[in-house]
């Protein structure tokens, strides 16, 4: 700060009007710097990503890192990948989910917990990364889930049978995915994906919460009308969804048919029968509808009490 003396020792001049001037810009712009410098602290810094506009982002409800399953203690019983059966029938099937070109469905989402990306696809396998590269850290291959961060990406666990199971916790109902990349994670890593139930949500919303414990448990939560639970046997379930009934009209259709056939070629070829004779017991079948008319007229009459026509006889 420039000032200058006066002729007597230690007494200050006031600025000159030139100095006074240039000290109000300097504050000024030190000002809108402070402004602007607080604006960028307070304004959120907003997250690019390439996920789809369809899936959005909420916090999960009770986020834990649950124990992996014991197999066969589910019971819900695991049928296949996209799908398991209650022994009433009912069942849980995530094959409206899952893409089939090899491509996951929930494809590059960013997670808001631990900013990783996150893929996924139930019932079929998928594959991204690079292919070409040597390092196993630059690709999943054929994997049920994955992780990206920068350009690596870890393998969490698989479709095949032995490496994934259903099963239910205090969250609810989720699939299990086991095998996954072992880099620094002893076991490999493993993926619980949680199916939420909302008949509403036609569109389905994806969270993937990664590995918050730190323990290379990875957790995804999909809330969708597509991950209910469904009743009856349909869709590959014990229950072939034929009853004895049908079987027994099939059965009769069949007869029938084998019937008319066989008495046509009958009457043509044994008894050089022609016209409608060639129709097995047609003379049976031709009394058949005055039979039942006949049938029909005498339980009416005794239902409104008349007296019996006299061409019927007593029984």
């Not at 602290?41 to 990503?49: D, E, M």
Request: aromatic share 14%.
């Amino acid at each position: 700060m420039e000032h200058e003396r006066s002729g007597n020792v230690g007494c200050w001049r006031a600025p000159s009007g030139r100095t006074s001037a240039r000290r109000i810009r300097l504050s000024i712009k030190l000002s809108a710097a402070l402004v602007a410098v607080a604006f960028l602290i307070a304004t959120p810094r907003p997250v690019h990503s390439s996920r789809a506009p369809e899936y959005h982002h909420r916090a999960p409800r009770d986020i834990t890192s649950p124990p992996a399953p014991a197999p066969g203690t589910s019971i819900c019983k695991t049928q296949t990948a996209c799908r398991c059966e209650f022994e009433n029938g009912s069942y849980f099937d995530l094959s409206a989910l899952a893409n089939n070109n090899g491509e996951p469905r929930f494809n590059h989402i960013l997670s808001n917990y631990d900013q990783f990306y996150y893929y996924w696809n139930p019932c079929n396998p998928f594959s991204v990364g690079n292919p070409q590269s040597e390092s196993p850290l630059n690709e999943c291959k054929d994997v049920a889930g994955c992780q990206k961060w920068y350009e690596f990406y870890s393998e969490l666990g698989y479709q095949e049978p032995g490496k994934m199971r259903w099963n239910m916790d205090h969250n609810g109902i989720f699939v299990y995915y086991e095998g996954g990349s072992d880099d620094y994670a002893p076991g490999g890593r493993n993926l619980f994906v949680y199916l939420k139930c909302d008949p509403s949500r036609t569109t389905p919303t994806f969270i993937p919460t990664g590995d918050l414990s730190f323990n290379y448990i990875y957790i995804y939560e999909v809330t969708s009308s597509e991950v209910c639970l469904k009743t009856g046997g349909g869709g590959g379930g014990s229950s072939s969804g034929i009853s004895i009934g049908t079987y027994m009209c099939i059965a009769a259709l069949v007869l029938i048919v084998v019937y008319i056939v066989a008495g046509v070629l009958f009457m043509k070829f044994y008894k050089q029968a022609e016209g409608k004779e060639l129709i097995p017991n047609y003379t049976l079948w031709a009394e058949v509808p005055g039979l039942i008319r006949d049938g029909c007229l005498f339980i009416k009459e005794r239902i409104s009490g008349f007296r019996e026509r006299p061409d019927f006889e007593k029984l």
